[in-house]
């Protein structure tokens, strides 16, 4: 069985800031407000919101990276 990839770019596109202001205009101004209130109050509900760990820096002296 020989399955293709959907796409042969595995990251989004790179986008320059003014296309992602656009993108995110669009997707506000034309977005159903039921699922942005939704999608709000899933993310109101992230008690602790995660960051890469590379970017998150070092573990406090109390943690472990099992934790």
């Known amino acids: 069985m020989n399955i293709q990839p959907r796409s042969i770019h595995p990251l989004p596109p790179r986008l ?9 205009w669009e997707t506000v101004h034309r977005g159903s407000p039921d699922r942005m209130a939704r999608q709000k109050e899933i993310e109101e509900r992230v008690a602790s919101p995660f960051r890469i760990r590379e970017e998150a820096g070092p ?5 472990t990276s099992s934790d």
Not at 16 to 24: G, L, P, R, S, W
Not at 59 to 63: A, G, V
């Open 16 to 24: 320059t800031m003014d296309e992602y202001a656009d993108f995110v």
């Open 59 to 63: 573990l406090p002296d109390n943690r």
